[in-house]
């Protein structure tokens, strides 16, 4: 495993120091979401030119910090052509800006079907899924070009709820370059975490062969709802996530979040500490 972090929930610091921080820190990997860590210089559709992918690759290679992943985290299925015209051609100039980086993936999670991107019951029907792999089919046309992974995020909250529909899109697309960020936290709700053994170990049959990465957090219960923490701060068994890190996927890139700069070390402890004992 080489153990990352999502880089905005680092120490706030301009954008070389943060990341000789994180490297500093002991972690191999980052989530990059471009405009949540840069500040000093713009990071919108037409700034990313090769020169700036550069740089940033520069930056990242001077600290032994690979970018795992390059998020984009934008509603494929929002209604409003004029909006998802925009989002579409987001998700295209990340993928070109990932093959001049070098980056792992690009990692997007699967949207709601309405423009405020919220949940809604509509989210689990069958009309949100097949609009969901319409809009996604082209960008990963994209990312075939570019020859990048396009990499969704089954979320319990958003259109790919489970690991049936999220296998069902990699069917249906049937494209090499449409992997899986497994995030098994991102898999349970109010409704069904007790279950959660199960739902991970389902997750991992289903879709472990496409898993590209995993992102590693807790979660809590309070109001009647989950709220994520940072590994090991919660009620998240991670028995079989490791396990499956362990035999199946070496060196796979794994990065916490929902930590904090005042607990970034505890949990990359506490992660580490599984990892080795596995």
């Known amino acids: 495993m080489q153990l990352g972090i999502r880089l905005h929930d680092t120490k706030n610091l301009p954008f070389e ?55 984009c985290y934008l509603n494929l299925a929002n209604p409003n052509p004029e ?23 690009v990692g997007t999670e699967t949207g709601a079907p309405n423009e405020t ?7 689990h029907g069958e009309e949100a899924l097949q609009t969901f792999i319409a809009n996604l089919r082209p960008v990963v046309k ?24 999220a296998r069902r899109v990699l069917d249906e697309i049937g494209s090499p370059n449409l992997q899986i960020i497994l995030d098994p936290v991102n898999l ?14 389902e997750a991992i049959d289903v879709l472990g062969a496409d898993v590209a990465m995993v992102h590693l957090k807790d979660f809590v219960v ?21 396990k499956f890190m362990k035999e199946r996927k070496p060196f796979i890139h794994a990065t916490l979040e929902n930590t904090t700069p ?8 506490f992660i580490q500490k599984l990892y080795d004992e596995a």
């Open 222 to 242: 309070e109001d009647d709802k989950l709220v994520s923490v940072g590994a090991g701060l919660g009620q998240m068994d991670y028995t079989s996530v490791i």
């Open 188 to 201: 349970l709700d109010i409704c069904n975490y007790k279950d959660q053994v199960a739902i991970v170990d």
């Open 262 to 269: 005042e607990n970034n070390i505890q949990v990359r402890d």
């Open 117 to 123: 991107y919220t949940h809604v019951p509509e989210c």
């Open 83 to 105: 909006k998802l015209a925009q989002i579409t051609h987001r998700y295209m100039a990340h993928l070109r800006f990932a093959s001049w980086l070098g980056c792992g993936v």
């Open 142 to 165: 994209y990312a075939e070009q570019m020859g990048v992974v396009m990499a969704i995020e089954p979320v319990w909250k958003h259109i790919v709820c489970n690991p049936k529909r």
């Open 17 to 71: 120091e943060r990341i000789a921080d994180v490297s500093e820190l002991g972690f191999k990997c980052g989530h990059l979401a471009l405009a949540k860590v840069i500040s000093e210089f713009p990071t919108t559709d037409e700034a990313l030119t090769p020169g700036l992918a550069m740089y940033i690759k520069n930056v990242f290679a001077k600290n032994h910090v690979d970018i795992a992943v390059l998020g």
